[in-house]
């Protein structure tokens, strides 16, 4: 059974102090790993995705990298319009395209 | 990225009624949906998977008689709540297959009087 951790539940950051989230996750079979943001009442909004070990994706202040275990979301120099939750979820060869999802980090960014 | 819309965005009914939530992939084809439900301060939980077609998959313990899934279209899913009673109050995100990505809705609040 796939299953996803992330870690911390929750964090609080002054704004431009950079800081990573966690998500370790055990699969069998990786298909891929993917992030979300997600803002109160409101759907996730896809961030990235990644496929093997190494892999790194950026978008503006976030930066996502993959190991056989774990990815890390790097948020450099946040801003308070970052706050949300972030999730991680993974897709194993078993799961029928079907996505694990772990609980979420809740940033808040402080102004 | 791909666009998927949700409709109602909020609804309020009275217990013993049904309720219809439509999902829609705007700009491509979808031949597989999900639906899910999610309670605050928790995260995703899967409740079944829709096949363009073909007869949705339950995930255990979610019953398939009170939450009717019908994917008609390449582009459209809806998820009915049969009977609806208060502790059916959640929020309802479907989201789509594009490729290897999935693509969410902005969500539905139900609210069960």
């Known amino acids: 059974e796939d299953q996803v951790t992330q870690s911390p539940e929750a964090l609080r950051l002054q704004e431009g102090e950079s800081s990573s989230l966690n998500c370790s996750y055990t699969v069998s079979g990786l298909r891929g790993l993917f992030w979300y943001r997600q803002d109160p009442g409101k759907g996730p909004e896809f961030l990235f995705t990644l496929y093997s070990a190494g892999e790194e994706k950026e978008k503006e202040r976030l930066k996502a990298t993959l190991t056989k275990k774990e990815s890390f979301l790097h948020i450099t120099a946040p801003k308070p319009e970052d706050s949300a939750t972030y999730l991680c979820a993974v897709r194993g060869s078993g799961s029928a395209r079907q996505l694990t999802f772990g609980s979420g980090t809740q940033l808040t960014v402080l102004p | 990225g791909a666009v998927v819309s949700q409709h109602p965005s909020w609804v309020i009914c009275k217990s013993g009624t049904s309720v219809k939530i439509e999902c829609r992939s705007l700009?491509?084809?979808?031949?597989?949906m999900f639906w899910y439900r999610q309670f605050p301060k928790q995260s995703l939980m899967l409740m079944a998977t829709s096949n363009e077609g073909s007869k949705a998959t339950y995930e255990q313990g979610v019953e398939k008689d009170k939450f009717l899934i019908n994917h008609a279209s390449l582009t459209l899913s809806t998820l009915t709540v049969t009977s609806a009673h208060p502790e059916d109050s959640s929020f309802y995100i479907c989201?789509?297959?594009?490729?290897?990505?999935?693509?969410f809705g902005p969500g539905t609040r139900l609210t069960v009087l």
């Open positions: 989201s789509a297959l594009a490729g290897h990505e999935q693509f």
């Open positions: 700009d491509f084809q979808a031949t597989t």
